[in-house]
């Protein structure tokens, strides 16, 4: 008895282990994701249900108000089995508290959503309820998967394990995106995305909403064009961005930096830093507090210079003749370089104000005395004021420039002219979004609150009807948005007016609020 009770033991625990090992070398989801995918995007949807307050009692009640309204125009079945998703989520078969990922890469060249599957039973009633509401056709067999069409652009594909949506533009990418789901199916994780460090590094960024991106996919010859210091040699494929999104209490913030693996781009990397420098604030007590938009940026400006030089076209753009020249112009900028819009008007230039430290003030008195090989047009002009004041006259503007006690000075402003080297009361140097530019080495701000200020915005928020006012209702809950960089990482930070409620609350509210719900 005792050896067939062991014998029956023995066979039960050789039996767990086997269905175990079967279930571990179940494939993963996210194993369909190429690993030349040039850009991704990972959603964590029982994050942002949470944040948004779906459970609170008030979303509650507008889930059953929703509920109760789609019930007269459905069957008792139907209506049953979308209910049932409605007040649970996980009964539509997918996994709500996994990822979803949506992607595209060279190799499927369409946008794609990623699921993972939960319950296949549960998905199949689902499907079965949207093709009795004719939403989607009759599932189908295919080579390795079932698939249904939700329109004529989505083909939705599944297996035990994961759930794809494909965006497809007709028949003849709908039939290889079929062939190709089958390849992308087979996938294991060492030939997907998943075997991909960049990959496993932005899973463990968190945030709501994640994200790499290959800045080629997106600007394609453009890239290297706009990345001073990039030799033809260095592939920028080598080069992604990752992404982090979060809501938070009063406020949405995205955190930004590059990513390489590539031993020559980390060194360019390291080398396009030391062009900057961090960020003083010298020149916030200048701009009124009313500012509409702020750039600042900390400069060093030999280091700027001599990146360039590793660019082939600034090279073939500036003689070596005009090489001493430029470089001496680069090189007198020093630490800070403020912009700032300060006012738009219906019957005016919008006016401007910029500072920066300067070494000297030679390269203005080059531009002066050189103003005949500048090509100016009729009607164009650079003028001397005094000592170190120019001003530049055209038909449209003037700018008025020049250089007081190491800081170099433009604006089309005549009263900002007058007030140059003056503290404005109130200062920018007051403003929330200030003490986050400090020691930044690049930074950006716009102060909603001013912009929507400005009586050109009533005026047309005025005339523009209901449109405009629900636009201008849901801005006017936003203080600034700003963004910093700091080396190789930015944060972008949208500030909102409530600082207690979370942002994606907030917005859940606006919206049921212009819903009537």
Excluded: W
Excluded at 201 to 226: C, E, H, R
């Amino acid at each position: 008895m005792k050896k067939n009770l062991f014998t029956h033991l023995s066979v039960l625990a050789v039996l767990i282990v086997f269905v175990s090992a079967c279930s571990s070398k179940k494939a993963e989801y996210t194993n369909v994701i190429p690993s030349d995918a040039s850009q991704v995007v990972a959603l964590n949807l029982k994050s942002m249900a949470d944040k948004a307050g779906m459970k609170d009692k008030e979303n509650k009640e507008a889930l059953q108000k929703l509920t109760d309204a789609m019930k007269s125009g459905m069957n008792a079945a139907t209506f049953q089995q979308v209910e049932a998703v409605l007040k649970d989520p996980s009964n539509s078969g997918v996994d709500v508290d996994a990822p979803m990922y949506i992607f595209s890469a060279p190799t499927f060249p369409y946008t794609t959503l990623v699921a993972k599957v939960m319950n296949e039973d549960n998905l199949l009633k689902l499907l079965e309820v949207m093709e009795k509401e004719q939403l989607s056709t009759h599932v189908t067999e295919a080579d390795g998967y079932s698939f249904t069409k939700l329109t004529n652009q989505a083909l939705l594909a599944f297996t035990p394990t994961t759930l794809m949506v494909v965006n497809y533009n007709g028949n003849t990418q709908l039939e290889k995106a079929k062939a190709d789901i089958t390849t992308l199916l087979k996938q294991t994780a060492e030939n997907s995305i998943t075997s991909q460090a960049a990959f496993k590094k932005m899973q463990k960024q968190g945030g709501d909403i994640s994200m790499i991106v290959s800045p080629t996919s997106m600007l394609g010859t453009y890239a290297k064009q706009m990345n001073y210091g990039i030799s033809k040699d260095i592939d920028l494929k080598d080069l992604m961005v990752m992404g982090s999104l979060s809501f938070e209490k009063g406020k949405i913030e995205m955190k930004v930096e590059n990513y390489t693996e590539n031993a020559e781009l980390k060194a360019l990397l390291e080398k396009q830093m030391k062009t900057t420098r961090p960020i003083e604030n010298t020149f916030l007590k200048y701009f009124p507090q009313s500012t509409l938009a702020l750039f600042s940026i900390g400069v060093n400006g030999e280091e700027f210079y001599n990146a360039l030089q590793e660019n082939e076209q600034f090279r073939d753009n500036f003689s070596i003749a005009k090489a001493a020249e430029v470089k001496d112009l680069f090189s007198t900028f020093q630490n800070d370089i403020t912009f700032g819009l300060i006012n738009v008007t219906m019957s005016n230039n919008p006016s401007f104000l910029a500072y920066a430290s300067v070494k000297n003030s030679e390269p203005l008195k080059a531009i002066y005395e050189k103003k005949g090989e500048l090509g100016l047009k009729r009607g164009e002009d650079i003028v001397k004021l005094n000592e170190n004041e120019y001003v530049y006259k055209s038909r449209s503007i003037n700018i008025f420039f020049g250089i007081r006690d190491k800081q170099m000075y433009a604006t089309n402003d005549e009263l900002l002219f007058k007030n140059v080297g003056k503290a404005a009361d109130p200062s920018a140097k007051d403003a929330n979004y200030a003490s986050g530019m400090k020691g930044k080495r690049m930074a950006f701000a716009i102060n909603a609150e001013a912009v929507l200020d400005l009586p050109v915005i009533k005026m047309l928020v005025e005339f523009g009807g209901h449109q405009a006012a629900t636009y201008y209702s849901l801005l006017d809950n936003i203080s600034y948005l700003e963004a910093v960089g700091d080396s190789d990482k930015s944060t972008i930070t949208l500030q909102l007016k409530d600082k207690n409620v979370n942002a994606l609350k907030q917005i859940v509210d606006f919206a049921k609020g212009f819903a009537g719900m």
